[in-house]
């Protein structure tokens, strides 16, 4: 006989419990949604600006990123996105998505229907609160990341952004310590801080040089963790985890 799945091995449980303190029932609610489960490859988009979408996609594996095209056709990606996270729940009450997301390396995603969500919502008004919650921290993070790509120099910036990503991962148990897996490339990272590839990689040297951080491959260690938090200027308060040792 088949294992009963443990609720807590559920990446949309384990993300909204690292914000919102969920009770057995609610979790065990989260866990009977009904899904349509994906494998998309890499640099493949999940949904596009525009999508007048009757479903939502919840992250379940890999990492993803929200961005949007200028007129000049170049990438500001606005976030990236984490197993857990459902980049698009705005589709929820927003008849058109404004940005669109995509996979930064091959994902797992899983597609609720709006229909589920909504009954859910109505039938646990608890959980609604915590995807209330839960898109508002996502508000807090674009207007950190605007002031990150606006106000701060670029080895400020990536320190800030490396920080934010080992707290959020660590917030949901997918790292350990101050150690992460990062598979953000270098193209990607310099769309999120608007700054080019060549300069990128630059930063990253000297932060490695500095004895900040150390990389392999997608592996990343963060070596001197209050000295890195000093230069991103970051606070992890506009993250408004639950676990407070998580953003420690």
């Known amino acids: 006989m088949a294992a009963t799945p443990n609720p807590q091995d559920n990446p949309l449980i384990r993300k909204l419990e690292s914000i919102f303190t969920l009770t057995d029932d609610e979790r065990q609610a989260l866990s009977n949604l009904p899904m349509q489960v994906m494998i998309l490859k890499g640099d493949q988009d999940i949904v596009r600006e525009g999508d007048r979408p009757s479903r939502s996609c919840l992250l379940l594996e890999g990492f993803a990123c929200t961005y949007k095209i200028t007129g000049h056709g170049k990438r500001q990606i606005v976030s990236f996105n984490i197993p857990g996270d459902i980049p698009d729940l705005q589709s929820l009450h927003l008849k058109a998505l404004d ?11 899983g597609f609720i229907p709006h229909d589920a969500l909504r009954d ?7 959980i609604t609160a915590a995807f209330w919650r839960e898109t508002l921290i996502d508000a807090a993070i674009f207007r950190e990341w605007v002031t990150n790509v606006g106000r701060r120099e670029a080895y400020n910036r990536m320190a800030h952004v490396l920080c934010e990503m080992l707290v959020r991962l660590r917030a949901v148990g997918l790292a350990e310590d101050h150690t992460c897996d990062l598979p953000i490339t270098q193209v990607e990272l310099g769309d999120a801080l608007g700054i080019s590839n060549i300069h990128v990689n630059r930063v990253l040297q000297q932060l490695r040089a500095d004895g900040l951080i150390e990389t392999k491959g997608t592996r990343l260690t963060i070596r001197d963790w209050e000295k890195l938090k000093q230069v991103g200027d970051f606070d992890p308060t506009y993250l408004h985890l639950e676990q407070e040792q998580a953003a420690a």
């Open 120 to 126: 859910l919502c109505n039938r646990n008004p608890r």
């Open 99 to 109: 940005a669109s997301v995509g996979t930064i390396e091959p994902c797992k995603v």
